[in-house]
């Protein structure tokens, strides 16, 4: 259904029309560059701290840099995750629940964790908010920035990456990119296929308002783990 | 950025200088450096006293048709230094070469002085800061000596750093004087807080910034016995603020350190 | 405009007063310090192939890049606002087309009437700081609160930000700790460092977010071609208030648009490396349309209202090149005026070289006192350096004080033609500038002039030279 429209379009856009249509001014003395021809690609900007024979290793620093931990493991029967990792993580929750996406990553992992007695539930907020982990997958991980990306249409919501405290997301290797504008790049060529939410998350949350100095886990969550999975789908 | 091509002057060279008004009536001895300097360097230097100012605190200040009428002076007395057979105007005076080099032809163009703007260019396209036309003509030089080992801290004018981009002429000439010790300090390229009328008109905010630079020049390790830049309003209102709260400090524009540093008779050869 | 000091203060009152209080001068050095060194390590990593030679390369040639994409931008922006606002509707958003703040204003708070909501949560936004939004809620009987951290807290302490990205940066832990104390009952042991602060202010706004009926963010980037907004927030909170209120307003400027995904990837690229030297922030949101079916949360309803309040008179003009703005706060980190006054002496929403630069254009009709604000800056040019769209702020104040010197007083015109008159000749210029004339006229006069007294506070008055170099040069030295 498409959305109202409110105030006068033609009007409020007749004055820029009436000031671009005189030409537009430009500094003598900092010129503008003359600019790509019409059509002329933007340029990608490149990343020094890319290894492209090494997109995970890159990955592990750029979101250790981050503050966020990344766990590279082989895929195992049915997306189970190493017993070791889930057994750490279940220790953290402590009694906590969990709260899982509605992803196939992030289920088999909720499968795993309730097998260890652990509470889980599908990520609704009245369950995000009282859960001390949420699970999700993501559509995508991004070497060069440390950063995963989360689509709100595939994880049925957003919940489960922002309101626990902790946030583990379950990524293939097959899904890591390279750079932002591997992603970017292409969000426009099918418009519709933009969920109404895409996230990119590069390491937990954060701020530095107190004095500059920086505290994680301001409102959304402290702790990011990214489990990156070789092999599997 | 506005680059314009610029030849490099090797041998005899004659250059018009450009006091500026500070220099004049404030601080002459940095203009009488600068000549030694250039004639020790093989110039020979004309002075059109024509001249008058560049117009830079108008412009500044927003007044562009009182900077153009007094502008229009200076210009016509250095094309006509030029037409008359000089290769370059030199300025001792960061600001002033970035007024006349980067800001005359958009100020003469902007009062309608189209004519004016047109010679502005060609003018400016001759125009050399002191320190780089030294630089160029360092091979012409002699070898610099200090009468006592100095060691010095050096402020960066903000025009001759960002709109000429002479970044690394100073340092170089003064680590290249003898007994001549260049001290790093932090904030060496930040604005001392002058700013023309910008000093008069904020001037709590002015002082402030001053201050500031006065404080990082007394935490530079190792310390520093002067602070010597290229623009004199800068030395001004950082001495005028050293010194009326106290502070020891002793300013010099670069020039005066480096003809201190010219043999005797130098300036003859 | 409320909580804005621009009527009632000059510049230079409101700059003395900040440099007077050493307190602010030290928190404010301390936290630009840090933003502009990560800025050159994050931008030191970006890497680029000039195009042609004689261009620069690495972040210099983005920049320059940058700068491009934004003047496409502009040039074609009419078009690309339809095409945004087009494809925001084929989403089931709805546009609001907001000429002037009062539009604004009127269309948000009637959304939020219409939704039967009463609870506002805020992401940080200048643009609704522009369009005092907040008391137009307030006054509408709807509470308001603010949940970037730095928000919050300049929020409780009825002040306006002192920076772009870091609001409440003039606040040490100490004033933030005593705030939130005398002001929303934070238990009195609650200790002074950071982590403790962050986590009580976590765990008041949680309440805040998931009571919220109506979230209201900015928007950094538009995206035409998919109608979609683009936030770049480090908190989490500009999720959060477009998760879990059912409603979301975005407020967008009307110039913040990108064409494509591949100028908004350029402009990512360089934002978060120039504000924080981050490679991007923590949350990078795009949002396109509300929530789809099947989603267990986000806001039924999207509301995007596009800003006009003064932004298409620039363009075309003179200082068209200041709509390239896309908020990253760096020249405010190497300013050295802003370094020693902090934000509030600017007087409005926007601080430091570009605050110098929009608060005379945006805020000059409606307030004749903005247009000294252009005054704060010595030229330095650092701000250029560092803007990551290239914008010749310093051509841009020129423009601005000249602009302004039409309207100055008499006395400034008349002391500046006065000069103009004897220098524009030698003769003229040498009778003025005479020792003997400068000796006797000095001492008394500079005491008088505004210029003099300007000078000698804080200054001693320097002497001129008993002999001017032109006598030398005549005496044949």
Known sequence: MTGRETGDRQGFLAPARRRLAGGIATNPVHPPPSGPAPGAPVPLPGYRNLDPDDPVATFAVALSQVDGTCHVVEAGPDGALPDELVGRLVAELGDRSAVVSDEPAARAVGRQLAARGVAVHDATVEDAARAGLGVTGAVAAIAATGSIVLDSRAAGGRSASLLPAVHLCVVSVNSLRETPADVLRGLGSEPDALPPSLVLVTGPSRTGDIEQLLTLGAHGPTALHVVLVNGGQ | MGRQGRAAYGGAVRVSLLITCVVDVVAPDVAGAAVRLLRAGGCEVTCNLDQTCCGQPAWNAGFAEDAARVARATLDALAADLDAGADAVVVPAGSCATMVRVFWPELFDLVGDHDSAARARRVGERTRELTELLAERADHLPALRLLRPTTVALHASCHMLRELHIVDQPGALATATDGCEVVDWEGADRCCGFGGTFSVKLPEASVAMADEKLRALAEADPAADELVGCDTSCLLHLQARADATGRPLRTRHLAELLAEGLPTGAERG | ?477
């Open chain 3, 1 to 477: 405009m409320t909580g804005h000091q621009l009527v009632g203060t000059t510049l230079r009152h409101r700059t003395a007063a900040a440099v007077a209080d050493e307190r602010l001068r030290a928190n404010v050095a301390r936290a630009v310090d840090r933003f502009a060194g990560h800025r050159l390590t994050g931008l030191a990593e970006l890497d680029h192939e000039p195009a042609a030679p004689g261009e620069p390369g690495g972040a210099d040639g983005l920049r320059r890049a940058a700068r491009a994409v934004k003047q496409q931008v502009l040039a074609d922006l009419p078009d690309l606002l339809e095409r945004f606002a087009d494809r925001v509707l084929a989403r089931g958003g709805h546009v609001c087309w907001a000429s002037t703040a009062a539009d604004a204003r009127r269309y948000i708070v009637d959304v939020v009437e219409a939704a039967g909501a009463t609870r506002v949560a805020k992401s940080k936004s200048m643009a609704t700081e522009e369009i005092d939004l907040n008391p137009a809620l307030e006054a509408a009987g709807k509470e308001v609160v603010e949940t970037d951290l730095g928000e919050w807290i300049i929020q409780l302490a009825g002040e306006t930000p002192s920076h772009i990205i870091a609001p409440a940066l003039h606040r040490d832990r100490h004033q933030i700790r005593d705030l939130f104390v005398d002001t929303v009952a934070a238990p009195p042991g609650l200790g002074t460092e950071p982590a403790e602060l962050v986590r009580f202010a976590r765990g008041r706004l949680r309440e805040v977010f998931l009571a919220a009926d109506v979230g209201i963010t900015g928007a950094n980037i538009a995206v035409a071609d998919t109608g979609s907004i683009v936030l770049v927030t480090n908190e989490g909170n500009g999720r959060l208030v477009t998760a879990l209120p059912r409603v979301h307003v975005a407020v967008l400027g009307m110039e913040r648009l990108a064409a494509d995904w591949a100028q908004t990837d350029l402009l990512l690229a360089l934002l978060a490396r120039s504000a924080t030297g981050q490679r991007l922030s923590s949350y990078t949101s795009v949002v396109t349309g509300a929530r789809a079916a099947g989603e267990a949360d986000g806001p039924d309803e999207l509301h995007v209202v596009i800003l006009d309040n003064g932004r298409s008179d620039l363009l075309g003009g003179e200082h068209h090149e200041m709509l390239g703005c896309i908020r990253c706060g760096a020249c405010l980190n190497v300013c050295p005026v802003y370094r020693q006054t902090g934000g509030h002496a600017y007087g409005w929403v926007y601080p430091g070289p570009m605050g110098a630069v929009l608060t005379p254009l945006l805020a000059g009709k409606e307030h004749p006192e903005a247009a000294e604000v252009a005054g704060a800056s010595t030229l330095c040019g650092a701000c250029m350096d560092a803007c990551p769209v290239q914008i010749p702020l310093q051509d841009l104040l020129l423009s601005l004080r000249r602009a302004r010197a039409a309207d100055a007083g008499r006395a400034e015109r008349a002391a500046w033609r006065a000069w103009a008159a004897a220098w524009s000749d030698a003769r003229r210029y040498g009778a003025t500038t005479r020792a003997a004339t400068w000796g006797r006229w000095a001492a008394g006069l500079a005491g008088h002039l505004p210029a003099g007294r300007g000078w000698a506070t804080g200054r001693t008055m320097p002497r001129p030279a008993a002999e001017r170099f032109r006598d030398r040069w005549r005496a044949g030295s």
